[in-house]
């Protein structure tokens, strides 16, 4: 098999701490080694100097719009837009149609990806039969056909005795339950964060309050069965504050937030402009401030991008009438490089670690690391290399982004899957 080596890159690995300037070696889908001066005869060199070299990164939520939507996103093209993020493994949620509530979808899922998708695809199953809310899924058997976890994404479990009994199947089953937290009677008809911009836009508001409440539930929940329970693309100043304040009790409570809430505030939406449209909202700057602060003292262990294609024709609609949702895997590096690590609030080990052993950890993905004779999943980027994001040029079959045109300093400049690069930037 092939045989690759990244010579002389910047070789970060959060599971193991290093740090240090490195050649990576790359055989038969695996890694065989991370040191200096490393050669194999035949092997073909990847020039690394002045880049990061990173395990493989992984995306826990994203939408993939197969089986059902395939005119807005198929696991091939959500796989090669995720290949060109810097993404190595993608898990989708399970709202399409049908609905991933059994392990004919995920098998279906899984089988698709195996033979069209240019990186790993571990699906998430739903919580609810249709994630309607009402009856539990066929869990055990989708976390044998290969389910990693289980939400009702798009979609909170309003019922709480369905989510008691959904943590109770999914401690037994060792996975966690990943709530979309949104309390649907304090959202209804909301389109936008409520808030001073609501007001001023004429539009109907979501409250912070929304996600709070669910947030609240869930935990108390978790802490009576014992679950691992995950928040879902954390938005609100006081979920954080709650989710740091479970792991201070040492609940197995985590979150994960997306690059668009800590780097969009209600107040930079271009008014009625769908791309700025999206669950949760974008909120005020007191919240990004919190999930900024939640990122940097841990209380938020991962960044998912929620990319969610949904095509023009449904996007170029009215602001009350368009779907929720914008892509997000090509931009995802980009957004957290210029928010997070250029201003100084993290460094680039724990950017690292949001993207690879946060996630892995969550999902109990033998990946996210370098270690000898694991899975030769790379992700190579540079830290000040320009480049500008055209959403024509995605690889998405959507074009729903807020970024379009936007110039970013550092991304994604190689994506190496199963030992072979997928992916370099042009
Ligand atoms: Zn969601």
Known sequence: MASLVIKNGRVIDPASGHDAIADVWLEDGVVRGVGNNLTSAGAEEFDAIGLIVAPGFIDMHVHLREPGFEHAETIESGARAAAAGGFTSICPMPNTS????????????????????????????????????????????????????????????????????????????????????????????????????????????????????????????????????????????????????????????????????????????????????????????????????????????????????HPGSEKMQEFEKCPFGIIGLETALGIALEQLVHPGKIGLRRLVEMFTTGPARILRLDRGTLAPGGPGDVTIFSTDREWTYDVNQSASKSRNSPFDGKTFRGGPVATVVGGSIVWRAA
Do not use: W
Not at 106 to 126: D, Q
Not at 218 to 223: F, H, P, Q, S
Not at 230 to 259: C, D, Q, W, Y
């Open 98 to 309: 049908p609905v991933n509530d059994n392990a004919t979808v995920t098998s279906y899922i899984i089988e698709k990806a195996r033979r069209h998708a240019i990186v790993n695809v571990f699906p998430i199953g739903a919580i609810t039969k249709g994630s309607a809310g009402d009856e539990l899924a066929a869990i055990g058997s989708m976390v044998q056909a290969g389910a990693v976890a289980i939400s009702d994404d798009g979609r909170p479990v309003m019922n709480a005795r369905v989510m008691r009994r959904a943590m109770e199947f999914a401690r037994s089953l060792n996975i966690p339950v990943i709530d979309h937290c949104e309390d649907l009677h304090l959202s209804a008809g909301g389109d936008m964060h409520e808030g001073l911009e609501s007001v001023r836009l004429g539009l109907r508001g979501i409250p912070g309050c929304s996600e709070d409440v669910m947030v609240a539930r869930d935990i108390l929940l978790a802490e009576v069965t014992g679950a691992h329970y995950h928040v879902a693309h954390i938005s609100a100043r006081r979920s954080v504050e709650m989710v740091g304040f479970a792991k201070s009790r040492g609940l197995n409570v985590t979150a994960e937030t997306t690059p668009h809430h800590f780097a969009l505030a209600d107040a930079h939406m271009l008014p009625y402009d769908s791309n700025y449209k999206m669950k949760p909202p974008l909120r005020s700057e007191c919240d990004v401030g919190a999930v900024v602060t939640g990122v940097v003292n841990g209380s938020i262990d991962a960044i998912a991008t929620d990319h969610a294609p």
